[in-house]
Protein backbone atom coordinates (compact mmCIF):
# COMPACT_ATOMS: atom_id res chain seq x y z
CA UNK A 1 0.00 0.00 0.00
CA UNK A 2 1.36 3.60 -1.19
CA UNK A 3 1.46 6.24 1.27
CA UNK A 4 1.46 10.02 0.25
CA UNK A 5 4.54 11.61 1.23
CA UNK A 6 4.58 14.60 3.87
CA UNK A 7 5.30 16.74 0.62
CA UNK A 8 2.83 15.26 -1.54
CA UNK A 9 -0.05 15.58 1.37
CA UNK A 10 1.00 19.54 1.60
CA UNK A 11 0.16 20.12 -2.16
CA UNK A 12 -2.82 18.44 -1.52
CA UNK A 13 -3.82 20.41 1.30
CA UNK A 14 -2.49 24.23 0.19
CA UNK A 15 -5.37 24.74 -1.76
CA UNK A 16 -7.63 23.51 0.74
CA UNK A 17 -6.03 25.61 3.62
CA UNK A 18 -5.81 28.51 1.53
CA UNK A 19 -9.02 28.76 1.27
CA UNK A 20 -10.11 28.27 4.76
CA UNK A 21 -7.88 31.04 5.52
CA UNK A 22 -9.24 33.51 3.13
CA UNK A 23 -12.79 32.50 4.01
CA UNK A 24 -11.00 32.97 7.94
CA UNK A 25 -9.77 36.75 6.74
CA UNK A 26 -13.56 37.21 5.28
CA UNK A 27 -15.22 36.80 8.09
CA UNK A 28 -12.87 38.47 10.50
CA UNK A 29 -12.94 41.71 8.24
CA UNK A 30 -17.33 41.48 7.85
CA UNK A 31 -16.84 41.50 11.23
CA UNK A 32 -14.68 43.97 11.91
CA UNK A 33 -17.05 46.10 9.14
CA UNK A 34 -19.55 45.37 11.20
CA UNK A 35 -18.21 47.18 14.31
CA UNK A 36 -17.07 50.12 12.21
CA UNK A 37 -20.84 50.86 11.37
CA UNK A 38 -21.99 50.08 14.69
CA UNK A 39 -24.70 51.29 15.14
CA UNK A 40 -26.87 50.37 12.21
CA UNK A 41 -30.53 50.22 13.88
CA UNK A 42 -31.77 51.78 17.25
CA UNK A 43 -30.58 50.51 20.43
CA UNK A 44 -32.73 49.34 23.52
CA UNK A 45 -32.12 50.40 27.09
CA UNK A 46 -34.28 47.89 29.37
CA UNK A 47 -34.99 49.20 32.99
CA UNK A 48 -35.21 47.00 35.89
CA UNK A 49 -37.57 49.60 37.52
CA UNK A 50 -40.60 51.84 36.86
CA UNK A 51 -40.85 55.33 35.22
CA UNK A 52 -40.46 58.11 37.47
CA UNK A 53 -38.20 56.26 39.76
CA UNK A 54 -34.31 57.31 39.56
CA UNK A 55 -32.55 55.17 37.37
CA UNK A 56 -35.81 55.90 35.11
CA UNK A 57 -35.10 59.52 35.35
CA UNK A 58 -31.02 59.26 34.97
CA UNK A 59 -31.57 57.31 31.50
CA UNK A 60 -33.87 60.10 30.26
CA UNK A 61 -31.89 62.47 30.93
CA UNK A 62 -28.15 60.66 29.14
CA UNK A 63 -30.76 58.66 26.44
CA UNK A 64 -31.57 62.04 23.90
CA UNK A 65 -27.49 62.93 23.96
CA UNK A 66 -26.33 59.13 23.25
CA UNK A 67 -29.07 59.16 20.70
CA UNK A 68 -27.24 62.38 19.20
CA UNK A 69 -23.70 60.88 19.80
CA UNK A 70 -24.63 57.52 17.78
CA UNK A 71 -26.90 58.61 15.51
CA UNK A 72 -30.01 55.65 15.82
CA UNK A 73 -32.92 56.13 18.38
CA UNK A 74 -32.62 54.84 22.08
CA UNK A 75 -35.09 53.48 23.17
CA UNK A 76 -36.17 52.82 26.58
CA UNK A 77 -37.76 50.05 27.82
CA UNK A 78 -39.41 49.72 31.65
CA UNK A 79 -40.08 46.04 32.55
CA UNK A 80 -40.06 46.19 36.32
CA UNK A 81 -40.87 43.61 39.20
CA UNK A 82 -39.01 40.58 40.80
CA UNK A 83 -36.16 43.10 41.90
CA UNK A 84 -34.86 43.46 39.21
CA UNK A 85 -35.03 39.99 37.54
CA UNK A 86 -37.66 39.95 35.12
CA UNK A 87 -35.56 43.08 33.04
CA UNK A 88 -32.38 41.00 34.06
CA UNK A 89 -33.31 37.34 32.47
CA UNK A 90 -34.75 39.33 29.47
CA UNK A 91 -31.57 40.88 28.59
CA UNK A 92 -29.59 37.97 29.23
CA UNK A 93 -31.27 36.09 26.84
CA UNK A 94 -30.88 38.77 23.85
CA UNK A 95 -28.40 38.62 20.77
CA UNK A 96 -24.94 40.06 22.41
CA UNK A 97 -25.24 42.60 19.13
CA UNK A 98 -24.75 45.75 21.23
CA UNK A 99 -28.08 46.56 20.61
CA UNK A 100 -29.65 45.54 23.71
CA UNK A 101 -28.76 47.00 27.12
CA UNK A 102 -29.72 46.30 30.95
CA UNK A 103 -29.93 49.53 33.24
CA UNK A 104 -30.18 47.87 36.73
CA UNK A 105 -29.68 48.97 40.44
CA UNK A 106 -28.18 48.49 43.57
CA UNK A 107 -30.21 45.31 43.78
CA UNK A 108 -28.58 43.70 41.34
CA UNK A 109 -24.85 42.53 43.27
CA UNK A 110 -27.07 41.31 46.60
CA UNK A 111 -29.81 39.15 44.35
CA UNK A 112 -27.82 35.80 44.35
CA UNK A 113 -27.55 35.98 47.92
CA UNK A 114 -30.98 36.78 48.46
CA UNK A 115 -32.44 34.08 45.30
CA UNK A 116 -30.85 30.82 44.94
CA UNK A 117 -32.91 30.08 41.96
CA UNK A 118 -32.59 33.16 39.50
CA UNK A 119 -32.62 31.45 36.36
CA UNK A 120 -29.56 33.55 34.94
CA UNK A 121 -26.16 33.99 36.73
CA UNK A 122 -26.03 37.69 36.51
CA UNK A 123 -22.01 37.95 37.53
CA UNK A 124 -21.94 35.35 34.08
CA UNK A 125 -24.84 35.98 31.83
CA UNK A 126 -24.43 39.97 31.63
CA UNK A 127 -21.16 42.32 31.46
CA UNK A 128 -20.85 45.81 33.26
CA UNK A 129 -20.78 48.52 30.62
CA UNK A 130 -20.68 51.59 33.60
CA UNK A 131 -21.60 53.05 36.45
CA UNK A 132 -23.83 55.83 35.97
CA UNK A 133 -24.37 57.45 39.15
CA UNK A 134 -24.46 56.92 42.57
CA UNK A 135 -26.42 58.64 45.47
CA UNK A 136 -26.19 57.97 49.49
CA UNK A 137 -30.06 56.94 51.37
CA UNK A 138 -30.75 59.05 54.79
CA UNK A 139 -31.90 57.97 58.14
CA UNK A 140 -35.24 59.47 58.74
CA UNK A 141 -37.99 59.78 61.23
CA UNK A 142 -41.29 61.46 62.11
CA UNK A 143 -41.47 65.31 62.75
CA UNK A 144 -42.78 63.96 66.23
CA UNK A 145 -40.21 61.49 67.35
CA UNK A 146 -37.64 61.64 70.24
CA UNK A 147 -34.67 61.27 68.46
CA UNK A 148 -32.90 63.55 67.43
CA UNK A 149 -29.41 62.02 66.83
CA UNK A 150 -28.05 59.26 65.58
CA UNK A 151 -26.56 58.63 68.59
CA UNK A 152 -29.88 59.67 70.47
CA UNK A 153 -31.19 56.78 67.68
CA UNK A 154 -29.25 54.17 68.93
CA UNK A 155 -29.95 55.05 73.01
CA UNK A 156 -33.33 55.28 72.34
CA UNK A 157 -33.27 51.11 70.24
CA UNK A 158 -31.62 50.01 73.21
CA UNK A 159 -33.75 50.79 75.79
CA UNK A 160 -36.93 49.35 73.75
CA UNK A 161 -35.77 46.13 72.85
CA UNK A 162 -37.19 45.90 69.44
CA UNK A 163 -40.29 47.80 70.42
CA UNK A 164 -39.29 50.51 67.46
CA UNK A 165 -40.24 50.03 63.72
CA UNK A 166 -38.51 50.59 60.49
CA UNK A 167 -39.94 50.59 56.97
CA UNK A 168 -38.50 49.93 54.12
CA UNK A 169 -39.41 49.41 50.10
CA UNK A 170 -39.45 45.74 50.22
CA UNK A 171 -38.28 42.84 51.26
CA UNK A 172 -34.39 42.57 50.21
CA UNK A 173 -34.51 46.31 48.87
CA UNK A 174 -31.52 48.37 49.47
CA UNK A 175 -33.32 49.98 51.94
CA UNK A 176 -34.37 46.61 54.33
CA UNK A 177 -30.22 45.44 53.69
CA UNK A 178 -29.13 49.08 54.81
CA UNK A 179 -31.14 49.42 58.11
CA UNK A 180 -30.37 45.65 58.98
CA UNK A 181 -26.17 46.76 58.78
CA UNK A 182 -26.71 49.46 60.68
CA UNK A 183 -28.91 47.06 63.44
CA UNK A 184 -25.83 44.64 63.33
CA UNK A 185 -23.13 47.16 63.74
CA UNK A 186 -24.74 48.36 66.32
CA UNK A 187 -26.46 45.93 68.11
CA UNK A 188 -29.97 47.40 67.95
CA UNK A 189 -33.53 45.62 68.06
CA UNK A 190 -35.89 46.64 65.35
CA UNK A 191 -39.54 45.28 63.87
CA UNK A 192 -38.99 45.00 60.07
CA UNK A 193 -42.21 46.44 58.01
CA UNK A 194 -41.85 45.88 54.52
CA UNK A 195 -43.86 48.60 51.73
CA UNK A 196 -44.32 47.92 48.43
CA UNK A 197 -42.37 51.19 47.27
CA UNK A 198 -41.03 53.60 48.89
CA UNK A 199 -43.49 56.09 48.57
CA UNK A 200 -45.94 53.73 51.03
CA UNK A 201 -42.93 53.67 53.11
CA UNK A 202 -42.60 57.23 53.34
CA UNK A 203 -46.15 58.37 53.90
CA UNK A 204 -46.02 56.61 56.96
CA UNK A 205 -42.90 57.50 58.60
CA UNK A 206 -44.01 61.04 57.70
CA UNK A 207 -47.72 59.85 59.32
CA UNK A 208 -45.79 58.33 62.53
CA UNK A 209 -47.43 54.95 61.86
CA UNK A 210 -43.35 53.65 61.74
CA UNK A 211 -40.53 54.98 63.76
CA UNK A 212 -37.18 55.00 60.71
CA UNK A 213 -36.72 54.74 57.65
CA UNK A 214 -33.69 54.87 55.01
CA UNK A 215 -34.70 56.22 52.15
CA UNK A 216 -33.27 57.37 49.32
CA UNK A 217 -31.86 61.27 49.79
CA UNK A 218 -33.36 62.29 46.41
CA UNK A 219 -36.88 60.87 47.17
CA UNK A 220 -36.86 62.59 50.94
CA UNK A 221 -35.64 65.91 50.07
CA UNK A 222 -38.83 67.42 49.42
CA UNK A 223 -40.28 66.08 52.80
CA UNK A 224 -37.18 66.94 54.90
CA UNK A 225 -37.20 70.50 53.78
CA UNK A 226 -40.69 70.73 54.52
CA UNK A 227 -40.11 69.55 57.89
CA UNK A 228 -42.21 66.56 57.40
CA UNK A 229 -39.66 64.03 57.44
CA UNK A 230 -36.57 65.19 60.17
CA UNK A 231 -33.00 63.82 58.47
CA UNK A 232 -30.30 62.48 61.20
CA UNK A 233 -27.38 61.75 58.78
CA UNK A 234 -26.95 60.64 55.18
CA UNK A 235 -25.19 57.48 53.94
CA UNK A 236 -22.39 58.49 51.62
CA UNK A 237 -18.51 58.86 52.42
CA UNK A 238 -18.57 61.96 52.23
CA UNK A 239 -21.39 64.84 52.87
CA UNK A 240 -24.13 65.41 50.21
CA UNK A 241 -23.36 68.65 48.70
CA UNK A 242 -27.50 69.37 48.68
CA UNK A 243 -27.66 68.95 52.75
CA UNK A 244 -24.68 70.10 53.92
CA UNK A 245 -25.32 70.80 57.43
CA UNK A 246 -25.97 67.11 57.71
CA UNK A 247 -23.44 64.58 59.04
CA UNK A 248 -22.54 61.43 57.75
CA UNK A 249 -23.41 58.17 59.28
CA UNK A 250 -19.64 57.67 60.12
CA UNK A 251 -19.33 60.94 61.41
CA UNK A 252 -22.22 60.51 63.53
CA UNK A 253 -20.71 57.67 65.27
CA UNK A 254 -21.18 54.57 63.26
CA UNK A 255 -17.97 53.39 62.07
CA UNK A 256 -17.63 52.48 58.45
CA UNK A 257 -21.12 52.70 57.52
CA UNK A 258 -21.75 53.55 53.47
CA UNK A 259 -24.62 52.55 51.42
CA UNK A 260 -25.94 54.02 47.74
CA UNK A 261 -28.50 53.72 45.44
CA UNK A 262 -26.82 52.86 42.57
CA UNK A 263 -27.73 52.43 38.63
CA UNK A 264 -25.47 50.96 35.91
CA UNK A 265 -25.61 49.79 32.51
CA UNK A 266 -25.25 45.73 31.76
CA UNK A 267 -24.54 44.19 28.07
CA UNK A 268 -25.23 40.26 27.42
CA UNK A 269 -22.18 39.12 28.52
CA UNK A 270 -20.86 37.96 24.80
CA UNK A 271 -21.16 41.38 23.50
CA UNK A 272 -17.95 42.38 21.71
CA UNK A 273 -15.84 44.75 23.85
CA UNK A 274 -15.09 47.43 21.19
CA UNK A 275 -18.84 47.83 21.42
CA UNK A 276 -18.46 47.99 25.22
CA UNK A 277 -16.42 50.53 25.40
CA UNK A 278 -17.99 52.87 22.71
CA UNK A 279 -20.87 52.88 24.71
CA UNK A 280 -18.89 53.05 27.95
CA UNK A 281 -17.14 56.04 26.62
CA UNK A 282 -20.20 57.37 25.21
CA UNK A 283 -21.97 58.22 28.53
CA UNK A 284 -19.55 58.82 30.52
CA UNK A 285 -18.73 61.72 28.14
CA UNK A 286 -22.31 62.63 28.45
CA UNK A 287 -22.11 62.73 32.30
CA UNK A 288 -18.98 65.07 32.12
CA UNK A 289 -21.48 67.47 30.11
CA UNK A 290 -22.27 70.47 32.91
CA UNK A 291 -25.73 70.63 31.97
CA UNK A 292 -26.25 67.25 32.47
CA UNK A 293 -24.10 67.39 36.08
CA UNK A 294 -26.38 70.07 37.07
CA UNK A 295 -29.50 68.32 37.10
CA UNK A 296 -28.28 65.26 38.48
CA UNK A 297 -27.00 67.62 41.20
CA UNK A 298 -30.66 68.85 41.71
CA UNK A 299 -31.96 64.85 41.98
CA UNK A 300 -28.87 64.85 44.76
CA UNK A 301 -27.03 61.78 42.44
CA UNK A 302 -23.64 62.10 41.63
CA UNK A 303 -22.20 60.91 38.00
CA UNK A 304 -19.07 58.11 38.10
CA UNK A 305 -18.81 56.79 34.89
CA UNK A 306 -17.13 54.04 35.75
CA UNK A 307 -14.74 51.61 33.26
CA UNK A 308 -15.87 48.27 32.58
CA UNK A 309 -13.17 46.96 35.15
CA UNK A 310 -13.95 49.77 37.73
CA UNK A 311 -17.98 48.83 37.28
CA UNK A 312 -17.21 45.21 37.53
CA UNK A 313 -14.56 45.28 40.94
CA UNK A 314 -18.09 47.37 42.40
CA UNK A 315 -20.41 44.71 41.57
CA UNK A 316 -18.20 42.21 43.37
CA UNK A 317 -17.47 43.73 46.41
CA UNK A 318 -20.89 45.34 46.91
CA UNK A 319 -21.94 41.54 46.40
CA UNK A 320 -19.38 40.02 49.48
CA UNK A 321 -20.56 42.66 51.93
CA UNK A 322 -24.34 42.35 51.30
CA UNK A 323 -24.21 38.55 51.03
CA UNK A 324 -22.44 38.88 54.65
CA UNK A 325 -25.39 41.48 55.09
CA UNK A 326 -27.81 38.76 54.43
CA UNK A 327 -26.11 35.78 55.91
CA UNK A 328 -25.96 37.15 59.62
CA UNK A 329 -29.42 38.76 59.27
CA UNK A 330 -30.47 35.84 58.49
CA UNK A 331 -33.03 37.54 55.65
CA UNK A 332 -35.35 35.15 53.19
CA UNK A 333 -37.38 35.97 50.79
CA UNK A 334 -38.60 33.08 49.58
Given amino acids: MKTSSPWRLGRRLAPWLSSLVAAGLCLSSAHVRA ?4 PAKPIHMVLSTSPGGGADITMRIIAPKLQERLGQPVVIE ?3 GASGMIAGAYVARQPADGYTFLVDIASFPVNPALYPRMGYDPFKDLAPVTQNIQAPNVLLVPPGSPVKSVGGFITYAKARKGAMSYASSGNGSAQHLAMELFKLQEGIELTHVPYKGGGAALADVMAGHVDAYI ?3 PTAA ?4 SGRLIALATTGKTRDPSTPNLPTMAEAGVAGFVSY ?3 GVFAPAATPRPIIDRIQREIAAI ?10 AEM ?6 STPEQFGKFLHQEAAKWAKVVKDARISVE
Fill in 35 to 38: QDAY
Fill in 287 to 296: LAEPDVKARL
Fill in 78 to 80: NRP
Fill in 222 to 225: PGIK
Fill in 300 to 305: GSEPVA
Fill in 215 to 217: GFL
Fill in 261 to 263: DWN
